[in-house]
């Protein structure tokens, strides 16, 4: 199991902006390939954004392409997702997620994953 810890979900207007965090635990040694997925009140569960091990190849879903930057510092272990233009459709809890990859691989299927964060509350107003 690989721990990933998320956080930077809130409460904003709509047309602000949030970044949220996700760090892999300390111990963990291998590349990943990292997600974000989110999960709004009655719907399943949707790929937001990925990106690769090296942060040099990455994909969007159409419904927040120009919106939302997928980025990843590895000396910290961390990724983000940077948030703009808010809308009250961008509602949902946001969900980060890893897999074991090589170099210039992202995955935008949540079964592709095998390790998840607890997921973080994004909630804009109108």
């Known amino acids: 199991q690989v721990p990933l810890v998320e956080s930077g979900g809130g409460l904003v207007q709509a047309g602000g902006s949030l970044k949220l965090s996700c760090t892999i635990s300390?111990?963990?040694?291998?590349?990943?390939?990292m997600g974000w997925f989110r999960q709004a009140p009655g719907k399943e569960r949707e790929f937001v954004a990925a990106?690769?091990?090296?942060?040099?190849?990455?994909n969007y879903a159409r419904s927040v392409k120009g919106r939302f930057t997928i980025s990843r510092d590895n000396a910290k272990n961390t990724v983000y997702l940077s948030m703009s233009s808010l809308q009250p459709e961008d509602t949902a809890i946001y969900y980060c997620?890893?897999?074991?990859?090589?170099?210039?691989?992202?995955?935008?299927?949540?079964?592709?994953?095998?390790?998840w964060g607890q997921g973080t509350q994004v909630t804009v107003s109108s």
């Open positions: 997620a890893a897999r074991n990859a090589v170099t210039g691989t992202y995955y935008t299927t949540q079964h592709e994953y095998p390790y």
């Open positions: 300390a111990g963990a040694r291998d590349m990943y390939a």
């Open positions: 990106i690769s091990v090296a942060g040099t190849m990455k």
